[in-house]
């Protein structure tokens, strides 16, 4: 069974900082694309921070320079590390590892962690 456990989250003040981490149990990350995404009340889902399995890594302007994606393949774990966070960053951040072999895709989702960030 595949499980990706986030955690981390919590209440920040503006300017603050977070480390979410994405543990996964029954598949290995390092073979996965890694995205974290958000999605805040009445919003769409947002990708945030997008790692390929090589390490290449991707971000939206919203979040470059103050998001920052890493991997510890020894741990089986993916990180978000969240800086000079604003209010506009409340959300619940989602993990996602997406694995493509020719036609085939495995994509899954962890449950998310809340990252509230108010003064």
């Known amino acids: 069974q595949v499980q990706l456990v986030e955690s981390g989250g919590g209440l920040a003040q503006p300017g603050g900082s977070l480390r979410l981490s994405c543990t996964a149990s029954g598949i290995i990350l390092s073979i996965y694309d890694m995205s974290w995404y958000r999605q805040s009340p009445g919003k769409s889902r947002e990708l945030v921070a997008f790692?390929?399995?090589?390490?290449?890594?991707n971000y939206p302007d919203s979040v470059k320079g103050r998001f920052t994606i890493s991997r510890d393949n020894a741990k089986n774990t993916v990180s978000l590390q969240v800086n000079s966070l604003k209010p506009e960053d409340t959300a619940v951040y989602y993990c996602n590892a997406n694995f493509t072999f020719f036609d085939s895709v495995s994509s899954y989702w962890g449950q998310g962690t809340q990252v509230t960030v108010s003064s």
């Open positions: 790692m390929t399995s090589g390490g290449s890594t």
